[in-house]
């Protein structure tokens, strides 16, 4: 079966550091996205990982543990918009992106 | 400069009615998708072309119907629409079929059957 995990609310302060966590089991394991969807938007790319380890790309950063089955995303320096719901996505067998459930999350001055 | 368009944004109609959403691309990719987000934010695809193939159809009543007449257009077209179908659709691309291609989302159809 496909199952991907992520909290479902979080809350952060301006300013402050959030981890958002995304377990998953699925068929296969081609790369591991992270989409972030600001409310009655599209989802928008902000990194992949393929590989073990982590991937920083200016506030934020993505991190990968392929044998645990395990993904963060790292925003630091929280902004105001950067409420937003955090898609985590994993790409299984025949190369299909599965979609978690999505992390909403609020960041308040 | 619009990457990924779709019209309608929004469509309200009746059960039972017959309805087709666009979908357009700029970006010169080779794959194009359906995704469709229920009420809880849940985004699920639907189908998948590359280079005007069909690659992926997930289990979608055959209600739904794509088409792709060209490598830049991708339409959805919904016969008999049901209220379990009120949703926001979304068109997506990638440059070509693969792991590593990010996908490029469409503005979103938010389909509504009353």
């Known amino acids: 079966g496909q199952n991907i995990d992520q909290p479902t609310e979080m809350t952060a302060t301006e300013g402050a550091i959030v981890q958002i966590n995304c377990t998953y089991q699925?068929?296969?394991?081609?790369?591991l996205f992270w989409y972030q969807q600001h409310a009655g938007e599209a989802p928008t790319f902000l990194s992949y990982?393929?590989?073990?380890g982590l991937e920083e790309k200016g506030r934020f950063s993505s991190f990968l543990s392929r044998s645990k089955g395990y993904s963060y995303l790292l925003l630091k320096e929280l902004q105001m918009k950067d409420s937003a719901s955090y898609l985590c996505?994993?790409?299984?067998?025949?190369?299909?992106?599965?979609f978690g459930t999505g992390t909403r999350l609020q960041v308040f001055p | 400069d619009t990457a990924v368009s779709q019209t309608p944004k929004y469509l309200v109609t009746q059960m039972g009615n017959d309805k087709s959403i666009k979908c357009e691309q700029n970006?010169?990719?080779?794959?194009m998708y359906w995704y469709k987000q229920d009420s809880k934010k849940f985004l699920k695809i639907m189908f998948s072309?590359?280079?005007?193939?069909?690659?992926i159809n997930e289990t979608v009543p055959n209600r739904f119907s794509p088409k792709s007449p060209d490598k830049a257009h991708l339409n959805l077209h919904i016969n008999s629409l049901e209220l379990g179908d009120s949703a926001v659709y979304f068109c997506?691309?990638?440059?070509?079929?693969?792991?590593?291609?990010?996908?490029?989302f469409g503005p979103g159809t938010r389909l509504t059957v009353t």
């Open positions: 990982n393929v590989l073990d």
């Open positions: 699925t068929s296969g394991f081609n790369g």
């Open positions: 997506a691309s990638s440059q070509d079929w693969g792991s590593s291609y990010e996908q490029y």
């Open positions: 996505a994993v790409r299984g067998l025949a190369d299909k992106l599965i």
């Open positions: 072309y590359n280079n005007k193939e069909l690659i």
């Open positions: 970006l010169g990719h080779d794959t």
